[in-house]
């Protein structure tokens, strides 16, 4: 996790407004105690209800801080891996990842072509106005078929590169989009090439949120090609 997402990115708002909101709960609570005591029971009411609904909204924006753990900024156009590949077998590649988080991978991968795909979150017009840049998380490495009938019936392989968490802003705002309002669009992208042994290539995402890839080493031709 890059340390400018915690800083000026929204976790650190969601982190702030979970602090902030916590110690008006801890207020409230000790308003309930000082209530209880003196057996007040409008106070006591009253300190309750403002203990429960600040305590479940500092959870709330606690949770929504931790779901965004995996993403990036996108300022720029933002190079996100290089990907290159080492054929092992007939349609079988050992590809290396090195991603722009810090992970290398090496993964096996069946088919003729490579396939990379990535999750984008924008914001509402007024959070962007706040200062929130859109965010972005790769999602999964596979390979492809370029043969329907191939893709249909030849096994797959397929990477997953989120970590398999089971809370996700993501997933979130696409099932339950009215919970979500700042979020304006979340959407996937997807880039990929043909494999071929000792081709490299490099991978980034556009400020509009799609992946291009571009070779940096050719490829070697298949027989036949």
């Not at 962007?128 to 972005?136: N, S």
């Not at 989009?177 to 081709?199: E, Q």
Request: aromatic content about 8%.
């Amino acid at each position: 996790m890059p340390a400018e997402l915690w800083n000026t990115g929204p976790m650190a708002w969601l982190l702030a407004a979970a602090l902030v909101l916590a110690l008006f709960a801890l207020a409230a609570l000790a308003g309930l105690v000082t209530a209880l005591r003196r057996r007040r029971p409008l106070r006591i009411l009253s300190r309750l209800t403002a203990f429960l609904v600040l305590a479940l909204l500092a959870l709330a924006a606690s949770l929504l801080a931790v779901s965004l753990h995996g993403y990036d900024r996108l300022t720029d156009e933002v190079p996100v891996a290089t990907i290159g590949f080492t054929q092992t077998g007939v349609q079988a590649f050992s590809a290396e990842l090195a991603l722009a988080d810090g992970r290398h991978l090496v993964l096996p991968v069946l088919g003729d072509e490579w396939q990379l795909d990535a999750r984008v979150l924008k914001w509402a017009p007024w959070a962007v106005l706040a200062g929130l840049d859109p965010l972005y998380q790769l999602d999964r490495f596979s390979g492809r078929w370029r043969d329907i009938d191939n893709e249909l019936g030849a096994p797959r392989s397929v990477h997953d590169l989120t970590g398999g968490r089971a809370l996700d802003l993501w997933r979130l705002a696409w099932r339950h989009p009215h919970w979500l309002p700042f979020v304006d669009t979340d959407y996937g992208s997807s880039a990929y090439l043909p494999m071929r042994d000792g081709a490299r290539f490099q991978v980034s995402l556009s400020p509009l949120g799609g992946l291009v890839a571009r070779a940096v080493v050719p490829a070697t031709a298949a027989p036949g090609d």
